[in-house]
């Protein structure tokens, strides 16, 4: 654990909410809830599994299919 306040820790997690908010929640229209939980789940199956990182130029799935033995 490290000390209170570092920025770092929270840096992977608060980049994830950036993308969500800019490439999903602020370009839609939610009617209800029901719909918001819908699309929001969609985009977060597209990003831990089928968006082309550039680093490495795969799928997260294909990153961690290639790790398992």
Same mark, same amino acid.
């Given at each position: ?10 840096? &992977?997690?608060?980049? !994830? !909410?950036?993308? *969500?908010?800019?490439?999903? &929640?602020?370009?839609?229209? +939610? ?11 969609? +985009? ?6 089928? =968006?082309?990182? *550039? ?5 997260? =799935?294909?990153? =961690?299919?290639?790790? &398992?033995?």
């Amino acid at each position: 654990m490290s000390a209170k306040a570092t920025p770092t820790d929270n840096a &992977v997690i608060e980049s !994830f !909410f950036a993308t *969500l908010k800019n490439e999903c &929640v602020n370009k839609q229209k +939610f009617s209800n809830k029901k719909e918001a939980i819908n699309i929001i789940s969609k +985009f977060i199956d597209y990003y831990n599994n089928h =968006r082309i990182q *550039l680093k490495t130029r795969a799928t997260p =799935r294909e990153i =961690r299919a290639a790790a &398992v033995y």
